[in-house]
């Protein structure tokens, strides 16, 4: 069955870094594009970053520009979301998935449990 495992996830004070990895199984990510997504509690599930196959970005919130960067690396069938500059309300649980990029969340299928991300002091 293909999908992503994420990892990397916990807790972090107010202003701390963290680097998630979602890696694939069961298939080659190379010619996949990938998405980051959060849902914090009580809220809908809502797409951060994407990356195509050729390594363009597409941007999907403004809350998380200049902080959060998305980069794979197809050696290891990987992809990375780095956190910088947390706040509080990055808390959520953290999902990738592959799809689309710019297009809906409703596209995006192969979805892993999820990371928890919790920012507090």
């Known amino acids: 069955q293909s999908q992503f495992v994420e990892s990397g996830g916990g807790l972090v004070q107010p202003g701390g870094s963290l680097r998630l990895s979602c890696a694939a199984s069961?298939?080659?990510?190379?010619?996949?594009?990938i998405g980051w997504f959060r849902q914090a509690p009580g809220k809908e599930r809502e797409g951060l970053l994407c990356?195509?196959?050729?390594?363009?970005?597409?941007d999907y919130a403004d809350s998380v520009k200049g902080r959060f960067t998305i980069s794979r690396d197809n050696a290891k069938n990987t992809v990375y979301l780095q956190m910088n500059s947390l706040k509080p309300e990055d808390t959520a649980v953290y999902y990738c998935a592959r799809g689309t990029c710019g297009l809906s969340i409703r596209t995006f299928s192969s979805w892993g449990q999820g990371t928890q991300v919790t920012v507090s002091s």
């Open positions: 069961g298939f080659t990510l190379d010619y996949s594009s």
């Open positions: 990356i195509t196959s050729s390594g363009s970005r597409t």
